[in-house]
C-alpha cells in the first residue's frame, strides 16, 4: 500500500498570503489528523477529520481550517499567514477515529513564511 | 490530559538491546500506550501500542507494568538506522467514540553507537 502522502513538499509565502496543503491518506484509511511541528513548540494537534466531519481541534486561532472530503483526502488552509507559521505540517491517517489505532504519517509540508 | 515522563537522551551499543523507560503515574483506565519514533528530516513513525499486557511486533516489543504506571519499549538489537528520538504518549478514548490526539512531549533522544 502506497503511505501518506502531501503535496507540496515545500513551500514559501509572504505574510498576509494564505496556502492550501493537501494530504491524501493510505488507502482506506478515514480518518486524517493534522499536526504542526516548530522546533519551539515541538509536535502539536491541529485538528482530526472523520467521514467528512471534524472531530477533534486544537488550540489554533480560526485562521487555520480543514476539510476531508468523501475520498478521505483532506486539506489545510492557513489565512493571513504570519511569521510564527512556519513549520513542518504533518498529515496522519489512521484506519479509524479512536485510541486503539495507530497513525501513519506522512513526509511533511515545510511553510516558510517571510 | 495523563502525561508521560521519558529520559532526554540514551546512548546504545550497535546489536545490543536498548530498553527505553516511559513513566506515566497518572495514566487512566482507558489510556492507550502509544510510541512514535522520529528520525531526522522526517514525520513521526508509529512503533507500538498497547492497553495492558505486553505486545509484540516487528520492530519492537511493548512491556507494560502491572498497574501501568510505567512503560519500556525494547528494541531487540539496536541499528544504526535506530537512532531517533522516541516518543511514549497516552491516548485517551473519548465519548464520542473518538481520541484525543496525540500530545507529543520531548520525547528521548536515542543514540546507537557503531
Known amino acids: 500500500k502506497a503511505g501518506v502522502t502531501q503535496t507540496p513538499r515545500y513551500l514559501i509565502k509572504t505574510r498576509g498570503q494564505q496556502v492550501t496543503l493537501s494530504c491524501s491518506p493510505i488507502?482506506?484509511?478515514?480518518?486524517v489528523s493534522w499536526y504542526q511541528q516548530t522546533p519551539g513548540q515541538g509536535l502539536q494537534f491541529l485538528f482530526e477529520?472523520?467521514?467528512?466531519?471534524?472531530?477533534n481541534k486544537g488550540n489554533f486561532p480560526g485562521r487555520f481550517s480543514g476539510r476531508q472530503f468523501s475520498n478521505s483526502r483532506s486539506e489545510m488552509n492557513v489565512s493571513t499567514l504570519e511569521l510564527g507559521d512556519s513549520a513542518l505540517y504533518l498529515c496522519?491517517?489512521?484506519?479509524?477515529?479512536?485510541?486503539?489505532?495507530?497513525?501513519?504519517f506522512g513526509p511533511g509540508t515545510r511553510l516558510t513564511v517571510t | 490530559d495523563a502525561k508521560t515522563t521519558q529520559p532526554n537522551s540514551m546512548e546504545s551499543n550497535e546489536e545490543e538491546p536498548v530498553h527505553l523507560p516511559c513513566n506515566h503515574s497518572?495514566?487512566?483506565?482507558?489510556?492507550?500506550i502509544h510510541w512514535y519514533r522520529q528520525l531526522p528530516s522526517q514525520g513521526p513513525e508509529y512503533v507500538i501500542h498497547?492497553?495492558?499486557s505486553n505486545v509484540n511486533n516487528r520492530m519492537a516489543s511493548l512491556a507494560i507494568a502491572e498497574d501501568r504506571k510505567s512503560s519500556t519499549l525494547i528494541l531487540h538489537r539496536a541499528t544504526l538506522r535506530d537512532a531517533a528520538v522516541y516518543y511514549c504518549?497516552?491516548?485517551?478514548?473519548?465519548?464520542?467514540?473518538?481520541?484525543?490526539?496525540?500530545?507529543f512531549g520531548s520525547g528521548t533522544q536515542l543514540t546507537v553507537l557503531p
Open positions: 498497547g492497553l495492558t
Open positions: 497518572t495514566i487512566s483506565g482507558t489510556d492507550y
Open positions: 504518549i497516552l491516548r485517551e478514548s473519548i465519548s464520542s467514540g473518538s481520541a484525543r490526539q496525540l500530545t
Open positions: 477529520y472523520f467521514s467528512e466531519t471534524q472531530r
Open positions: 496522519a491517517s489512521s484506519p479509524t477515529s479512536g485510541a486503539s489505532y495507530e497513525q501513519y
Open positions: 488507502s482506506g484509511h478515514r480518518s
